[in-house]
């Protein structure tokens, strides 16, 4: 019997990957509603590289149940957030945008990851700590492996560059590990990817606890601001941050709270932090917190309405992850294939 053909790219996408570009890839789990952390620390950022990079952008519905989540909203979510990382500048003619259950891949290199990633490793990443600590009735194994999912999700890929908040530092180094220790078994498989990491942005704490991570998950809604708050409530929120009981906008190591919010404010205007301080010399607080929340809501405005549009139309979005899914399965079956035959898995 003779072998199959390798299958070309789907017929049906305009995308095509360009043979001289670096390879992004990054991902958002629809596990709530999205905050201005998630916004500074990641999506914002995806749009700088769809001109000089071919760039993936998945809805990691997957990783998402590894916390209980409503069906329903699991669902609204997933358009949401596909919605969002349009309406924050991804164009879909540019970025195979996706969602992580449609390509079964990502499943099925997971589970072969799985066995090469220590249970000792695993006990150490630090969201796994912190997760299990807030669902303390519903520590289940995919908590537990989350992070060789998400090497999965990387290395299917070949990718250079996963743009990410600082938080999820910890799961790239361990997918580098993973991606090299099978490299020294097996010879060359994975590209060996980095971080990118932005400067100002890549870690947003909470309003109401600033020494804390903004979360989407929080049960306070007061700490976190949401993609689609409206302009009173994120002005109110802001007017309500956590302060120390200083009165000068000056940035210093112990002021958690202002040193937060001016990094909030330059990553909406492009100021830097000489140039607020300047801008509010000789005023208070009060004006201060003002000025992030206009900021914070002019930004977002435009976001909204697109967001809003895309919505009203579901069959586009459809149109959108079934492009994206039939692109990104073209991708990681040719590395998920290459994987199966080194460990030793007969060929269909
Ligand atoms: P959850 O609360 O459900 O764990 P999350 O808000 O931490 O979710 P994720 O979906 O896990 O969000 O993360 C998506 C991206 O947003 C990741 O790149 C992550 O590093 C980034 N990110 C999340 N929160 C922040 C934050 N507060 N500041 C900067 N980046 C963030
Ligand atoms: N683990 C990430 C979300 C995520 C991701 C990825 C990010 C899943 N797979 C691949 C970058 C690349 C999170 O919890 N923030």
């Not at 305009?14 to 201005?36: A, H, R, W, Y």
């Not at 799961?171 to 099978?182: G, K, V």
């Not at 932005?198 to 306070?220: Q, V």
Request: net charge neutral; glycine share 6%; aromatic share 10%.
């Amino acid at each position: 019997m003779r072998r199959k053909a390798e299958a070309g790219p789907p017929a049906n996408g305009t995308m095509e990957f360009s043979k001289d570009k670096k390879i992004i890839f990054s991902g958002v789990q629809p596990s709530g509603n999205l905050t201005i952390g998630n916004y500074l620390g990641a999506i914002k950022n995806f749009g700088l590289f769809q001109e000089t990079y071919n760039c993936l952008y998945c809805v990691v519905d997957m990783h998402a149940i590894t916390v209980r989540q409503d069906p329903a909203e699991l669902r609204r979510r997933t358009y949401e957030t596909l919605a969002l990382y349009m309406a924050s500048g991804l164009d879909p003619e540019k970025n195979v945008l996706f969602v992580q259950s449609h390509v079964p891949a990502h499943a099925q290199l997971g589970w072969v990851l799985d066995c090469f990633t220590m249970f000792g490793e695993l006990s150490r990443m630090t969201q796994f700590k912190d997760k299990s600590a807030k669902n303390a009735q519903n520590i289940n194994a995919g908590l537990f492996t989350y992070p060789s999912l998400m090497a999965a999700d990387i290395l299917l890929y070949q990718v250079d560059l996963v743009p990410v908040g600082i938080d999820q530092m910890q799961h790239i180094e361990l997918t580098r590990d993973i991606a090299n220790r099978f490299n020294q078994i097996y010879s060359d498989t994975f590209k060996v990817p980095e971080a990118y990491i932005p400067k100002t942005g890549m870690k947003i704490n909470s309003l109401a606890d600033p020494t804390k991570k903004m979360s989407k998950s929080d049960e306070n809604q007061n700490a976190c601001v949401y993609l689609l708050d409206d302009r009173d409530t994120i002005i109110r929120k802001f007017k309500r941050a956590v302060t120390d009981s200083d009165t000068v906008v000056k940035s210093a190591p112990e002021k958690d709270g202002i040193n937060n919010l001016m990094t909030i404010y330059s990553c909406f205007t492009g100021k830097t932090f000489e140039e607020i301080e300047r801008e509010f010399d000789g005023r208070g607080y009060g004006d201060f917190k003002l000025a992030v929340g206009e900021a914070c809501a002019d930004a977002l405005s435009p976001l909204q309405t697109e967001f809003h549009r895309l919505m009203n139309d579901k069959a586009y979005l459809e149109t959108v992850m079934k492009n994206g899914s039939d692109y990104a399965s073209y991708l990681a079956n040719k590395t998920l294939s290459k994987v199966y035959r080194k460990v030793g898995f007969i060929a269909k």
